[in-house]
Structures are given as C-alpha cells and as structure tokens.
C-alpha cells in the first residue's frame, strides 16, 4: 500500500494525497516509525560501506569472541564478525519480508474483497482458501524447491532465482488470513447504507471496490501487513533449514536467530540483537501503518 | 566398587527392610533417560532407527553383545563360539550357540532355541520388511538342536559368522507372543510391537509412540541383584541442546544420548557441575565425496551422475588431492565435535586390526595444493578463481541441514578459496537428502552435486559388507532406481577383486591387511572419498548415575542392568 | 440461515473429499522417503523389500482408494466395535502409520489430551486477555497503556516461539535454582497426572512456560486486529447518535461499538481454532510436550504419509467447520449479512 500512496503521490500532486501526508506527518507515532525504519534500511545498505567486514570471511582464531572494538557485537563460532552479519542479513531479511508481505497481502486482499463483493464468487474462493489453509505447509514448500528450484536458479541466477523462490513460497501460503479477514469486513461493508446508496446511482463495481470497499477494510489490512513481515521473516528462517532458502552461509536475520540459539547461555547478545533489530523493524511498520490507517480516514483527517 | 556403592544405595533406601545385607534389585528408585528422538516402535526388525534399535536394547537381548572395546560378550549365551572352541565349524559354515540354563521371559516362561529359531523366521519371511534381514544374509537355515543349542547355518563359509542373532539391531523374540505376526501381519501387531516380552533388565509398562516409555524392572531378570532401579522413564523428543540442557544444566533426567552439539556449547553446560559428558569412537566417519561422474543440469535426465559421463573437473586425481589437502581437519575437529571427534584420513577408523595408520592428510598444505592445481593445468583467473580450457574450477558442495555440517561447509569453502576453486553451498533437509526418492534430485544417492557431504559407519566390527559397497555394480544410476551404496560411482576392477579375496579369506590379520588396502585404495590412494573426521559420540550422565559405560558398538544403553544411583 | 448452513455443511463433502486428495497427491508428489532416517548401514535392496512391505509397491490410486476405504468404513466400524463389544471389523487393516507400525487414530487420541490441554489453554489465555488489551488500547489509544500493549505484542509477534521458549526455559529452570518456587521444569511430563494438590501444582507448573509462550503470541495477534476493529468504529457516525442518546459510555462501548467490531476478531479466532488441534509444532518441541503437533512434525520428517493425509484431513474438516461457524456468526454480529 505504501508504495501505491507515493506513487500517486508523485504523479498527480495536489490531490487528496497531499491531505493524507499532512494528516500522516502530524501523527508522532508514525514519523518515529518512519525515521527508524529508515534508520534501518539505510543502515542495512550502506552500513557496508563503513563497516566493510566480510560477513562471510571466517577467522577461526577469533571465534565466539565478546563486544571488541575490532567486533562491535562480537563474533559467531567460526570468528565471523557479527556486525558485518546483521548488516549484511537485515538487507536480504528486509527485502524478503517487505516483498513476501506485500505478495501475500495483494492475494489476499484481492480473493477477500472478490469473495466478500461478489457472491458468485464467495464459494468458490473461499473453498480454495480452505485447501490453501489445510495443506501441510512443509510438503508443499519442499515440492515448490524441488519443481521451481532448477529453473528458477538458471534463469535467474542462484541468488535472484531464490530470492524469487522464497518470496513466492511465503507469499503463496501466507494470504488465507487477510483474505478471511477482509472478506468478513467487505461481507459486513457492502451492506451499509453508503454502498447501498453509491449502487443505488449506479456506481461500478470497479469504483465501488476502489473508492468505497477498500478504504474501510484498510485497518485490518495494516494489522496484516504488519503481522505479515514478522511472519515472512520467521519463516523464511524456517526455509532456509530445509534447504529453500540461500545458501548455508548467507547470513539472514531469522538464520541468525536459529544459529545463536544453542550459544544462547554463553553469548546471549548473539540472540539479542537479530531478535533486536527484528523487533525495531516490525515495530516501526506497525507504527506507520497506523499512522497511515488515521491519515487514510477522512473522518480522522482534519481533526 | 560399583556392587558397593549400590549396597549403600539399598541400605539407605530401605534402612526399614528387615534384611539390606546384599544388593537388590529396584533398590535405587527412579531413573530418567532422555534421547532427543523419540522411539517410535519396540521391536528393532521393524525399525532400524537408532532410537528404536537402543530403547528395545532394554527390553530384548541378543546371544551375544560388543562391549565398549568391540568384543563380544555373551548375553543369553553361554560362551562365545569361536574355532577354538569348536562352536564355529572348520569350514566357517555353522556356527553353533548354546543358551544359559533357566533363563525366563518376563512373563516368567522359559528361553529355549525355538525362540532363536523363530526369530529368523520371522526376520527373513519374504513379506515382513525386516529392517535388519541384512544380519542374516548367507543363513541358510537356524534349527533348535536341542532345548538350549541353537545350530546356524551358512550358504557358504562365512569368516565372520556373528551377523545373525547378535548385537543390539538382532535380538532375540519371544515366539509365543509373535507367532501371529509373520510377513504381512507384523504392521498389524501394535501390541507385540509396542510391549514386547523380553529378558533384558527392564519391561514395558506403558509406550506411548514417539513420547514416552515407562519401564519397570524385569521381575525374572537372570541376575536377582539387578536392575539396581525399580523404574525408569525413557522420554524422548526435541532436540540435542535440550537434552544435555536437561542432564547437564537443571538436572531433570540422569542421561541425555549423543549430544551432537558444538563443543564450546557442551563445555559451557557442563560447567553448571550437574552431570558429566562421556565420549565414545566406533567407526563413524564425516566425509566428503567426491562425485566422479558429471551432475551438470545440461546433461539429459537419466544421463546425469551416470558414468557415461565422467566428471569434467573431478576425474582428474591431482585436483581431488589438492582439495583434500587444503583442508585443515584439526581445525573441523576443534569447531565441530571438540572430545567427540579426531582427525582420520581413513574411512575404516576402527577395530584396530582393519584401521589403516596413515595420517598423511592431517596437516593442511595450502601451497602443496595450489601446485598441484597448477600441475593439472589450473590457472588463476583474473577473479582468483582458478580456470582450463575456459571452465572454471567451480564446485556444489552439498551436504543435510546440520548446524556442524553449515560450519564446514563454511570452513571448507574458505580452505577452497584460498586454492582458488569456487564452492556453491547448498543444504537439502535431512528426510529428503537422506531418503532416496527417485524422484527427489535433492537425494545423497543421486548425487546432483559435485561433492557431498555426510558420515557414515557400518554395524558391528566387520567392515567387509561396507567396504564391499565400493565395487563397480554398486553404483547407483537409473537402472536401479538410484539405490546403491557406491555413491562416487567409483569403479576399479582391482578393487572388485579385491572385494572378492576379502570374502574368501577367514584368518584375521590377513583379513585385516586387505581392509586397509581397500580403505586406502578409496582414500589416501585415489581421494575418491576424503575423510574428515572420526566422530565419537558424546552421551551425559548426571553425577548421581552411576555404571555408566559409553558402548558405541552396541546399544548405548547395552549395560542398565548395571546402571545405579550414586549416593 | 439455517438454509445456509444446511447447504455449506453438504457441500463440505466434497470439498474435504477434494482436500483429501489433493493433499495425498501433495505428499505423492513431495521429495521424500518413509526410510530416510534409517541408518545408512541398512543395505538398498532391504529398504527395498521394507518400503513393498508398507505397501509402497502399491499404484496411487490404489493407495488412494485403501486410505478413504479404511477412513469411512474400516474406522468407524472399529470404533463401534470397540463401543458396544461387536466384531464387524476383525480381520480388516486400520490405517497403518509407516513410522509407528500402529493404528494412525490410536496415536491421535493418545495425543489429544495434552495437546488441547496445553494449547488449548494457551489459545484460550491469550484470547481472553486480548480481548480487554484491544478494546482498552482502542478507547485510550496513544495512552501509555496502548503504547505499551503495541510495544509488547510487536514483539512478542516478532520475536519467534522458538527463543521465547528457549529465553523462558534458561530463565526459569537453568538460572533458577532448583529448590525455588519458582523453578519451572524444562521437560514435559506427558505421563503425569493430577490426583491431589500437590500434582495440580506440577501439572501447573510444566504448563507455565508453554502457555504463557502461546498466549503472548496469540494475544499480540488477536489484540491488534482487536484494537484496529474497535478504533474504526470509535468514530463511527452511530457512536456520536449513542452517546448523544444519553448512552454511558459502558453501553456505548461494550454493546454497540464491540459488537460491530468484533467480525474481524472472529475470523482471526475461527482460523486459529482448528490449529489447536494440529498442535503448536515449535511450542511443543521446545517444551516436549509431545501432542499432534511434535507428532505432525516428525510424521513429515519421516513422510509417513498415511499419518500426515489423516492428520490434515482432520485439521481440514476443522477449518472448514470454523469457517462455517465464523461466516454464521457474522450473520449474527451484524443481521444485515444475507447468504441468501
């Protein structure tokens, strides 16, 4: 959704948008989210650049070593820098998160508000989420590598062949909750007196969906968005232990995690700071998702 | 020592009991086991999982077991039959076992041979699905000579005859109960399979699959003294940290089974002083293969991995040594496996008698390595990546989702970049790498990689069968569904024949001669195999548990009888 | 309504039986093999013999046909017998796990109890509390309550089970000193029962760290969804008529501003109320306690089809229910939803 908001926002200024940015910017909660994802992301990008360890280089006489100056965060059991790790793993567990999440909530918004506007619809997609919401999700995950993987990596390149890999997976089982939950709102929705009005002068449905549906169902949208990164991030950790996800050396937020679990007794800060720096994260996107559910409703706006 | 400290054990516990004079049986109370998998069936011929194979350890028992150091030492059996003493026939065709008097089933019914004789019946029935029918391959038939002398005998002469009926992975049922569940009915036995009546220490109370085992002592058990506990709760479940967390750090359970975790993790739990770990070599060998025929993806299915295409890279021996002796294997050992594990440049680690001496590949030979790349051809390229005849010397490394096996992966690449050959990693989930799906191309058999790696050992003190994997025929390839156990496809009719010679050769340092010129033929010679390191197994005991000796060549839990509570 | 729900329950015939085999052909079509974990030692031609023995040689369909043969006639014919003492189903095979050698439905019903006890309760805690933490947050929202009930269940979503539990289970049984009352045990006794108090306080205290585990991330789920709910119809249009009417505040708050938030609320408990009973896979592995969950996993691992086909296919005749339930209820919530 937020890339829709800017979009917009750049190629017709002085519209309604720039009501939504006022009423956004006036909204503290959001502007801190704003700034500490950015934080975050900047971080994780050029962090790099400044912190240029590799994150991979193994030094194994500096192994399991505390806070140093020469290790800000320490190093893991093979005397990898942990700093250079959490940098390096925050930009692919980001971009992975925020696209899962993004995949994931268009498909689930779109077979909710189909299921719940149209009621020819509603059977049939809501069966199939029913199936989708039944599936043993590890066969099915392992099915995935084992059809798409080979190709994908050959036509793609191993790392954006997986990164494709890995975000469908996520998206493609991961949409069956929005969809439930927007289909309530929408089912609820249609039947009040606005949408009864907008039909009566003849409104198309495309319109009524985008002008007057979609609007109202923006809250649990956001509450999905921001369950949806913590979510994707979580399991690709989980992918990446049945050999879906990067490689094994690859360092990623939720690998991280799992690999600093059983040192959680001797050096707890190697757990602490990816739950850390997970945590800020979907922090922040909670934040300004309400900060953009307010802005997003007009009677909110202006007051 | 030990009967003593269980004197005083009984004499405290019952300072009531009229008469507390000499050790008794169930006298410690309570004993809790944990494995962190859990047992999913009590009777190891339908099963051939670890867990399964340990936890029946307690309940049934072989003719005969290995002890800690490899020897056999009987169990049910009187003596062990040997030339020497005319139980094993000069020819090496039968074997003839006799049964201790007045041993009894749990259930308070007599042992006799026909019990033995069932046994195999039941193993090799052609529907069962024995797990361990390997255990009887060559028997031609077993017969009840009288009440307590069982007779084997072999298709041919077999130089190592103790295959059938000893160990832990072939016990011996009890007839009355498993009559009805030949062949096709063994699945349908739930209640025989889960409760099984055996002579071991404990029998079953409760079994809850894949949970949960309660036992109790076995009131028939053939030493009165023993078990020293009167019950035990043998759970099972999670995974390794919590385990050792359990014995080593809060003391909830009095044994924790192979702690397969890094070593500064063991240290620091062992540091809370509530248990200790115990360590134990056998034959287990974490290895890398290589893969000797071509797994490109532009080979046609069914092409691939064949030996109609010999590897483009690997063929050539020069680079298969140069990656070996890039690799560092002290430095895998202090990361991975710490006590549990030591350098080997063999794949036959143990008994003594088949375990080649060569430690050749110990020390790490950066340069050695680089010029024997630059003797094959393999220059460096402009990104530091070595190339001939415009391929780069590029690599998949693969290997099961395993937190040491991701260090050694990493490790390893790094040892191979420093060479200049670049390495792709990639980690495939245990159930799937370790099945063979013949549609998985994810499997260790079918090899879609250039090299693999996993451990692996072979059952008992005989390496024969395991070596005899290696021969040409054995290689897996589309024509047997992938199954076979020469899984670099390695081929040398040198090596078949010597195969051939080992299985007619009966005396023991002969045949200890040729093992480790096999071994080394795979090894140290061609580096078709390149072994890393000999894996101990790291097990831990409370400090109250007492008698506890580590045996990696039988079940761990081979000696609970003599198990007690340390006062 | 009665109509509609008469007419969804026939059409979840079909729609489980299409379930059914799509997941068996999903479990067909998956890498995998029942003998994975099988020691290397055992040779290829006897794991052979061991995969034609559970009936693997077997062609598809007729695995297929085996499974929904033994589900709808087999099973309920054993349970009969085993109620009233008949013996129709003598001599006919149950559905046979590959892994455990033993009826599927028998390990399931062994399951159940600490399943529904330890997640169930989770599930039920952490409903409960989020309900009062969303509306609360939703009526004072940016209090230091609201910011703090976001702070708390962000993280506890963010942060997942596997180190909450393990970060419990160091707190509370490895730093804890054993003779503390507060010292919880790390194990999960499944073959404890409660008889008298004192057991009542052991179960209570193994139950401590799993439930709160689950609580913590149930209750952050269904308290923002709760909160977000309630916030959009705090400025509802009926709200100002209801308070403007007089309403105190309780009236407004509990009877007309809940009930008309409560629809996404529903969906979210009705999607996770079937998965109590497939268990919480990493809960229940951190903690053994060993219920549907621990054994759904390991059944995969092992891909021991005929567990997972009628482990799904229950949890699938769950969701669709749930589904039917939720889409019931919202005809109640808000009487302007027509199915008809």
């Not at chain 2, 169990?75 to 009894?104: C, F, M, R």
């Not at chain 2, 350098?343 to 020390?363: G, L, M, Q, R």
């Not at chain 3, 009233?84 to 189903?89: I, K, N």
Request: hydrophobic share 45%; net charge negative.
């Amino acid at each position: 959704m937020t890339d829709h908001t800017i979009d917009l926002k750049a190629a017709k200024p002085r519209n309604q948008w720039w009501d939504v940015w006022d009423q956004f910017r006036t909204h503290r909660g959001a502007l801190i989210g704003m700034v500490i994802f950015a934080v975050i992301v900047l971080g994780t990008l050029l962090g790099p650049f400044f912190w240029d360890v590799d994150p991979k280089f193994i030094n194994i006489r500096a192994r399991e070593l505390g806070p140093s100056l020469a290790h800000p965060l320490g190093t893991d059991q093979l005397g990898r820098d942990m700093l250079a790790r959490v940098l390096a793993g925050g930009r692919i567990t980001i971009a992975v998160g925020m696209t899962a999440m993004l995949l994931s909530l268009v498909l689930g918004t779109l077979v909710g508000v189909l299921a719940g506007y149209f009621r020819r619809l509603d059977g049939i997609l809501m069966r199939l989420t029913d199936l989708f919401l039944a599936l043993p999700l590890l066969p099915l995950l392992l099915l995935m590598v084992m059809l798409f993987r080979e190709p994908l990596v050959l036509s793609f390149g191993p790392e954006g062949g997986i990164f494709i890999l890995i975000v469908f997976a996520i998206g493609v089982t991961s949409w069956m909750h929005a969809a439930r939950i927007v289909r309530g709102d929408v089912l609820a929705l249609k039947e009040r007196e606005f949408v009864l009005a907008s039909r009566s002068i003849g409104t198309p449905a495309r319109r009524m969906i985008l002008r007057h549906i979609l609007p109202n169902v923006m809250s649990p949208i956001m509450v999905s968005a921001t369950l949806g990164v913590a979510n994707a991030v979580i399991t690709e950790s989980a992918l990446s232990f049945l050999g879906l996800g990067f490689p094994p050396d690859f360092p990623t937020w939720g690998r991280l995690l799992n690999d600093g679990l059983p040192y959680i007794n001797l050096s707890p800060e190697r757990v602490i700071w990816p739950a850390l720096a997970l945590s800020a994260l979907v922090l922040s996107i909670n934040y300004i998702g309400d900060g953009l559910r307010d802005a997003l409703d007009p009677r909110i706006r202006g007051r | 020592m030990k009967m003593k400290s269980a004197l005083m054990g009984a004499a405290c516990a019952f300072a009531l009991a009229p008469f507390a004079a000499q050790a008794e049986r169930g006298a410690d109370g309570h004993v809790n086991v944990i494995y962190w998998q859990a047992p999913s069936i009590l009777n190891p011929f339908l099963s051939g999982g670890t867990k399964d194979v340990e936890s029946s350890s307690l309940i049934l028992e072989p003719l005969a077991r290995y002890d800690e150091k490899g020897n056999l030492v009987p169990y049910l059996a009187q003596e062990i039959p040997t030339l020497a003493n005319g139980g094993v026939s000069e020819d090496l065709t039968t074997i003839t076992w006799k049964l201790q008097e007045g041993l009894l089933w749990s259930d308070g019914s007599p042992v006799t041979s026909a019990d033995a004789v069932f046994t195999w019946q039941y193993c090799t029935h052609p529907e069962g699905g024995c797990a361990q029918l390997s255990k009887y391959e060559g028997v031609s038939t077993v017969e009840a000579v009288d009440d307590l002398t069982i007779k084997v005998t072999f298709g041919a002469p077999q130089p190592n005859p103790y295959g059938p009926l000893v160990g832990a992975q072939s016990p011996i049922l009890q007839k009355a109960q498993f009559e009805n569940c030949l062949g096709t009915k063994a699945s349908e036995c739930t209640e025989q399979n889960f409760n099984p009546i055996g002579t071991g220490p404990f029998k079953v109370v409760e079994f809850k699959t894949n949970d949960v085992i309660s036992l109790e002592a076995n009131p028939n058990y053939r030493d009165p003294a023993k078990p020293a506990f009167a019950t035990m709760t043998f759970k099972g479940g999670g995974d390794a940290e919590a385990a050792g967390r359990a014995v080593l750090e809060t003391g909830e359970f009095d044994y924790a089974w192979n702690l397969q975790l890094a070593p500064s993790v063991i240290a620091g739990m062992e540091a809370a002083g509530k248990g200790k770990t115990v360590v134990g070599f056998g034959t287990l060998v974490e290895r890398i293969e290589m893969n000797m025929t071509n797994p490109s993806p532009d080979l046609a299915e069914g092409e691939r991995s064949t030996a109609a295409h010999p590897h483009p890279i690997l063929s050539d021996m020069r680079v298969r040594k140069a990656l070996s002796m890039a690799i560092d294997r002290e430095i895998l050992v202090e990361v991975g496996y710490g006590a549990a594990g030591r350098p080997t440049c063999t794949i036959v680690p143990a008994p003594e008698v088949y375990a080649s001496k060569d430690t050749s590949c110990f020390t790490q030979d950066i340069e050695g390595a680089k010029a024997l790349l630059e003797e094959a051809g393999w220059t460096v390229g402009a990104d530091g990546i070595r190339e001939k005849d415009g391929m780069k010397l590029k690599l998949l490394y693969q290997t099961s989702t395993n937190a040491v096996r991701q260090d050694f992966q990493a490790l390893i690449k790094q040892w191979w970049s420093e060479i200049g050959v670049e390495t792709e990693l990639k980690n495939i989930a245990g159930s799937v790498f370790f099945g063979s799906d013949p549609g998985s191309p994810d499997t260790f058999p079918k090899f879609y990689a250039d090299v693999e790696m996993y451990a692996n050992n072979f059952d008992g003190t005989d390496p024969q069968s395991y070596l005899a994997g290696y021969t040409c025929d054995k290689a897996p390839s589309p024509a047997n569904q992938w199954q076979g156990e020469n899984i670099n496809r390695f081929c040398d009719p040198a090596y078949d024949a010597l195969v051939a010679e080992l299985g007619r050769t009966g005396d023991i340092a002969k045949r200890g001669e040729l093992a480790v010129k096999m071994a080394e033929m795979l090894s140290t010679e061609t580096h078709t195999i390149v072994p890393l390191v000999d894996r101990g197994r790291v097990s831990a005991h409370s400090n109250t548990l007492g008698g506890v000796v580590l045996n990696t060549w039988d079940s761990e839990l081979w000696n609970a009888a003599d198990w007690f509570r340390v006062k | 309504m009665l109509t509609f729900t008469i007419r969804r329950l026939l059409l979840a015939i079909p729609t489980l039986l299409f379930i059914s085999l799509v997941i068996f052909l999903l479990l067909e079509l998956a890498p995998g093999d029942p003998l994975a974990d099988m020691p290397m030692t055992i040779p290829p031609d006897v794991k052979e013999k061991i995969r034609l023995s559970l009936g693997l040689g077997r062609p598809m369909h007729v695995r297929y046909g085996l499974w929904l043969y033994n589900l709808f006639v087999t099973e309920p014919l054993h349970w009969w017998d085993a109620a009233f003492h008949t013996t129709y189903s003598e001599g006919m095979q149950r559905i046979i796990s590959f892994q455990t050698r033993a009826p599927v439905f028998d390990t399931i019903a062994e399951r159940i109890p600490q399943t529904l006890l330890v997640v169930g309760m989770g599930y039920l805690v952490g409903t409960l509390i989020s309900l009062p933490i969303g509306i609360i947050s939703a009526y004072r929202q940016y209090s230091w309550f609201d910011q703090f009930g976001t702070f708390v269940s962000m993280v506890g979503f963010s942060v997942p089970t596997f180190v909450t539990g393990v970060f419990l289970i160091i707190v509370f049984s490895v730093l804890m000193p054993t003779d503390s009352m507060f010292w919880l045990p790390s194990i999960y006794d499944t073959t404890h029962q409660v008889t008298d108090w004192a057991s009542f306080v052991k179960q209570f205290k193994q139950m401590a760290m799993p439930v709160f585990v689950l609580a913590l991330y149930q209750a952050a789920q269904v308290s923002r969804y709760m909160r977000a709910s309630m916030l959009d119809n705090l400025s509802q249009d009926y709200v100002r008529t209801a308070r403007a009417k007089g309403l105190s505040e309780r009236v407004v708050l509990l009877k007309h501003v809940l009930r008309n938030s409560l629809i996404p609320v529903v969906t979210v408990i009705a999607l996770g109320v079937p998965s109590v009973f497939t268990g919480a896979i990493i809960t229940e592995n951190v903690f053994k306690v060993n219920g549907l969950g621990q054994q759904l996993l390991l059944s995969i691992q092992g891909n021991d089809a005929p567990m997972v086909l009628t482990i799904s296919f229950i949890f699938a005749i769950l969701i669709v229910l749930f589904n039917l339930i939720a889409d019931v209820l919202y005809g109640i919530l808000d009487p302007r939803i027509r199915y008809d």
